[in-house]
């Protein structure tokens, strides 16, 4: 239980610290080359320049108020989605929100950009971003926005794409950008985000699906699939092709973070196992995609 505790502790704050980044990427890369973020924190963004001219209001010098429209945003989707994930999970993605966007509002923002190459500031700032989402995922916490969206999607309509809802509600981000701020300011954000979410795919384990086949002697591989990982797994007879000796050939589908602890399990049960992977899948059917790590 000690050990549960203490790594259930560790991923919460890494999973807040992935919203650290990704709230320090904003406030020292964004804000001061003036761009516009992507999904919620645009919206946000929109929403409070809509209000400055709207209603002349003009927001205090010495904090983003953008960080606030953020967590206000956020409020209705964690009443949308306590239901459907974990306790875990709904905890991590509370605080990492709420930490998220305190950084927002309160982290610095440089007068100037930090370098004089404005290219080197987009690729450097998205990287981080990217990076502070991917962990935060990674280890069963989410930034909110979209992102929680994409799991109530997912876990409601598994049909639904929420790639296309995030590329729509970009393009019209953008575009907004484009007449408001110029085409090379859109430009330079469109760059942003997708370096972000390049990395962050490239961390985010849990979203790619691999398919795994395994050949083996060992009559334990099922039982371990189905109660260790919560796989389902389709099983077949066999025999090697050098002395015809009997095997079972076992095809499973996990994430690639799963992956890991399937490896694990091959090396305890059947250490001379054969096993190929292929990532990059695409799964239809009874399959269900988790979140929590």
């Known amino acids: 239980m000690k050990r549960f505790t203490e790594s ?3 991923k919460t704050l890494i999973a807040v610290l992935g919203g650290v980044l990704f709230a320090f990427s904003y406030r020292v890369f964004i804000v001061p080359l003036h761009l516009m973020s992507g999904g919620f924190t645009g919206i ?3 929403i409070l320049r809509f209000i400055t001219f709207v209603f002349h209001v003009t927001p205090p010098s010495n904090i983003d108020v953008t960080g606030i429209i953020v967590w206000l945003l ?19 993605t509370f605080l990492t929100v709420l930490v ?5 509002v309160w982290i610095p923002a440089p007068a100037a950009p930090l370098m004089d190459n404005t290219l080197t500031c987009v690729l450097l700032g998205g990287a981080i971003a990217g990076f502070g989402v991917g962990i935060t995922l990674k280890n069963g916490g989410c930034g909110g926005g979209i992102d929680t969206v994409g799991i109530y999607s997912a876990k409601k309509f598994p049909e639904f794409s929420v790639g296309k809802l995030s590329l729509f509600v970009n393009v019209i981000i953008y575009v907004i950008c484009a007449f408001s701020d110029g085409p090379e300011i859109a430009v ?26 395994i050949v083996t002697r060992s009559n334990n591989f099922t039982d371990e699939i189905i109660h260790h990982l919560n796989r389902g797994c389709t099983v077949w007879d066999g025999c090697g092709g050098y002395d015809s000796t009997p095997t079972h050939i076992i095809m499973t589908t996990v ?3 799963e992956r890991r602890l399937l490896n694990q399990k091959v090396q305890e049960l059947d250490p001379h196992a054969f096993v190929t ?15 929590d790590a």
């Open 44 to 46: 946000s963004q929109l």
């Open 100 to 104: 998220q966007s305190a950084c927002m």
């Open 74 to 92: 956020n409020i209705p989707l964690f009443i949308m989605v306590w239901k459907i994930v974990s306790p875990t999970f709904m905890l991590r």
């Open 255 to 257: 994430s690639r973070y």
């Open 8 to 10: 259930s502790l560790y």
């Open 277 to 291: 992977y292929q990532d990059g899948i695409s799964v239809t059917g009874n399959f269900e995609k988790r979140f």
């Open 188 to 213: 330079y954000s469109v760059l942003y985000t997708f370096v972000e979410c390049l990395v962050m795919d490239r961390i985010h384990e849990q979203n790619i699906m691999t398919q795994a086949i």
